[in-house]
């Protein structure tokens, strides 16, 4: 399906959701950095957890919402709620105002906000667009998204260290002015029927008991329960790409030469470093997603899974054993093509797990692998000082490792109850 065909809807998001995105990666990669240094890297990655557990409670309620409110007006105003959050944000790193704690309450809010944009956006997108032209118009947002993950942290790693606050001002107008845009050039989708039935017969508690009821089908399907297990553990290794990995790259890479010419020489310091491996991350997952999945889906899921969750493991050692920025920048090649082994296989394993008419319960349980690691993944910050980054790595590594062995055991399960349910098949018939 070609933009040009698109709702106009959706040619307004695609925009000002590029401008939210490049201006967001700008700073957010940076922001462990700037906890860890202000409270410590105990306090940081405990608030860190903390702060997560807010934007699950959001994100497990901004489906509710979006159906009762409607997309636009939970859309508007989740944007104009974040734009406020980084302006506080902005205050509390101004010349006026050095406030640390104002930032991560700042900081949780505008999580708290962007979990109550998603769950509309992507419904939005299926109020307007056909079944079968969906995974098109995802895949071009999902491309939009990591184009941001490319371009930001560059222009982060220049304005970041020395601009914070004119940052964070910036990025809360960009938030309202796109608030302003979807009021003006958006119209409301939401179905009649689904929003009215909700206001007379749905209380937003009766909503949320119904997902943990939902939720709650994860142990009653072993297979599946293993699948969700092994995502949290490996989990723990790709979510440090914004948390660990960064505050690690500040504290060992000092000034280094990227390239040189004679005398002329580009350096770089921690903050700069980490922008261009971040956006090395992005780059190579815009470029080669289609061509990975496509390569991948050659070979059986288990070997698949399980090798990404070595490979994991392997990046990890990797960075573990640099402070060489090009060393970094291999490592996070091999990180990335860990991350691409798996990310389309994954979906399609879920919908063959998922009875027909419990297939949208096991995509919403399906996505508790990345809520619980997001987390519990901030607890690797606080661990570097018990235990040193060697051991941190080290564990992370084990787990990687650990989530391999699950898959490799999930896969044993699945086929043992395939083979059961094919010879149960003849004497029913």
Not at 242 to 262: C, E, N, R, T, W
Not at 310 to 318: E, Q
Request: proline share 3%; charged share 15%.
């Amino acid at each position: 399906m070609r933009i040009r065909d698109w709702d106009a809807n959706l040619k307004v998001r695609l925009f000002a959701e590029a401008l939210v995105n490049i201006t967001y990666w700008m700073f957010f990669p940076f922001l462990s950095i700037y906890f860890a240094e202000e409270f410590g890297k105990n306090k940081a990655g405990l608030l860190l957890v903390f702060s997560q557990i807010f934007s699950v409670l959001a994100n497990l309620m901004g489906g509710y919402f979006a159906d009762r409110f409607g997309r636009k007006r939970m859309m508007v105003l989740a944007s104009f709620g974040q734009g406020l959050s980084f302006l506080c944000f902005a205050f509390a790193s101004s010349p006026w105002l050095q406030s640390p704690w104002l930032g991560f309450v700042a900081f949780t809010a505008a999580g708290v906000f962007g979990s109550f944009y998603w769950p509309a956006s992507q419904a939005m997108v299926a109020d307007v667009v056909k079944e079968k032209d969906r995974s098109d118009v995802f895949a071009i947002f999902y491309t939009s998204i990591n184009i941001a993950v490319v371009v930001g942290p560059i222009l982060g790693s220049i304005f970041y260290v020395h601009y914070r606050f004119q940052l964070l001002l910036f990025a809360g107008a960009v938030c309202i002015l796109v608030a302003l845009i979807l009021t003006k050039w958006t119209r409301e989708t939401v179905p009649s029927q689904t929003s009215g039935s909700l206001t007379r017969e749905g209380k937003w508690y009766y909503f949320l008991r119904n997902q943990i009821r939902d939720y709650a089908l994860i142990v009653k399907d072993k297979t599946f329960l293993l699948f969700i297990i092994a995502g949290v553990l490996a989990g723990q290794t790709f979510m440090q790409l914004d948390l660990l990995i960064p505050v690690y790259i500040k504290d060992f890479v000092k000034d280094q030469s990227l390239v040189a010419f004679g005398d002329l020489s580009f350096l770089i310091k921690g903050e700069q470093a980490f922008g261009i491996v971040l956006a090395e991350n992005g780059f190579l997952v815009a470029l080669l997603t289609v061509f990975v999945t496509r390569w991948m889906s050659k070979y059986y899921e288990r070997n698949v899974f399980a090798l990404s969750s070595v490979v994991y493991a392997i990046s990890i050692v990797m960075f573990s054993q640099t402070h060489w920025i090009w060393g970094l920048i291999f490592a996070m090649a091999i990180f990335t093509f860990a991350e691409l082994m798996g990310a389309g296989l994954q979906q399609g394993f879920v919908s063959k797990l998922a009875p027909e008419h419990m297939r949208g319960q096991y995509f919403a349980a399906a996505s508790l692998r990345f809520t619980i690691s997001r987390t519990i993944a901030p607890l690797a910050i606080p661990m570097t000082v018990w235990v040193g980054y060697g051991w941190t790595f080290f564990i992370l590594c084990l787990l990687a490792l650990a989530s391999a062995g699950l898959y490799w055991i999930m896969f044993y399960v699945f086929e043992k109850d395939q083979k059961r349910k094919r010879l149960e098949q003849p004497r029913q018939a």
